[in-house]
């Protein structure tokens, strides 16, 4: 299982967590990444800020950044690279799938065609 950050979504992450810690010394502050239905292609990216991972997350370390992954999305997200981007039209985080037939025009959503369920656009 492999999700990994680009450096400047590591950089981008490290200060979202730093502005959001109660507690310097809150060790298990990381980001959460999942994958719900939803978004206009079926499939929608989830990304928060969580200091409270769910006991059967997958726990991966990227510099000094924790990576909390869903384990019921974990299969749709095996190789995901995020990627920050910063521009005049679109400023956020860039999610790239190998696993996504098609992703929507604003890149938080996608769709498969390797059999795993069909997500469920929204309306």
Request: with cysteine; aromatic share 8%.
């Amino acid at each position: 299982m492999a999700v990994s950050l680009t450096e400047k979504a590591e950089f981008r992450l490290r200060a979202f967590l730093r502005s959001s810690a109660s507690d310097h010394n809150d060790t298990k502050k990381g980001i959460r990444v999942s994958v719900q239905n939803g978004g206009c292609s079926g499939y929608e990216y989830g990304l928060e800020i969580t200091s409270k991972p769910k006991p059967d997350d997958l726990v991966i370390q990227q510099g000094n950044v924790l990576i909390y992954v869903d384990a019921k999305s974990a299969p749709l997200l095996d190789g995901v690279i995020i990627d920050f981007v910063e521009g005049v039209m679109e400023s956020g985080f860039k999610f790239t799938n190998p696993h996504a037939s098609d992703t929507c025009g604003c890149g938080k959503s996608f769709k498969t065609d390797d059999g795993t369920p069909t997500g469920i656009p929204c309306k």
